[in-house]
């Protein structure tokens, strides 16, 4: 069956340093592969959109990598900032409708 | 969330009784999504909406209905509600092109006693 998997363990960091999140794939070959942020009590908001023919985006502080072969996609954020806390969420796309299937998330939290 | 306005915020209703839940769009969005959000399961796709009375099922549709009778209108309805369907629930609608992806409402926090 498909599965989406990201670090279920939340993610501690120190201000100023590079946060990496990891979103593993299997059974699944999508289209798209996005990322969005939710804050707690608040719908998820978008934050980037990575194509299977893409390698990396990027979007000011935010860096995005999507490797097919490994079925893997990364998500940095440099220069972090404790704005930058909130659960992060991938999510993939087969292109059929935007019908998107999402990973639990992953919590993080970027102290001062 | 602008654009996407998802009404009652909370609620809070017996087992058995029927429940609708309001998403209103001004974005002008031909596609249209109700999720569940539960603790270990992430988003879950209920019902979606590519037209006016163009509905079909998602991952975990049973006990639920939608209805879209006009685009700016998508509707959720638990026709027996059971302590099963206690979670969140998100509207969303979906942009295409070269920016494509999900503009969600700020959900509904549903209690079923």
């Known amino acids: 069956s498909q599965k989406i998997e990201q670090n279920s363990e939340a993610l501690n960091i120190q201000e100023g340093k590079t946060a990496t999140l990891t979103c593993n794939y299997t059974n699944y070959s999508p289209a798209y592969l996005q990322w969005y942020r939710q804050d707690p009590g608040r719908g998820p908001v978008f934050l980037l959109l990575?194509?299977?023919?893409?390698k990396e985006k990027r979007k000011e502080r935010l860096k995005v990598t999507f490797d097919t072969t490994l079925k893997q996609s990364l998500f940095h954020i440099t220069a972090s900032q404790p704005a930058d806390s909130a659960t992060y969420l991938c999510?993939?796309?087969?292109?059929?409708?935007?019908?998107?299937?999402f990973g639990q998330g992953t919590e993080l939290s970027v102290k001062p | 969330d602008a654009g996407i306005t998802q009404s009652p915020r909370h609620k809070v209703t017996e087992t058995g009784t029927p429940v609708t839940l309001r998403c209103h769009q001004t974005e002008n969005h031909r596609y249209m999504y109700w999720y569940r959000q539960d603790p270990g399961h992430g988003l879950r796709l209920i019902h979606y909406?590519?037209?006016?009375?163009?509905?079909d099922k998602g991952e975990v549709s049973d006990g639920y209905s939608v209805s879209r009778s006009k685009t700016e209108d998508f509707l959720l309805t638990l026709e027996s509600a059971t302590s099963s369907q206690t979670s969140v629930y998100f509207c969303?609608?979906?942009?295409?092109?070269?920016?494509?992806?999900?503009?969600f409402g700020s959900g509904t926090r549903l209690t079923v006693v």
């Open positions: 909406s590519y037209g006016v009375k163009d509905t």
């Open positions: 969303a609608t979906y942009r295409t092109g070269d920016v494509a992806g999900y503009t």
């Open positions: 990575i194509r299977e023919n893409e």
């Open positions: 999510a993939l796309d087969n292109n059929q409708g935007g019908k998107l299937i």
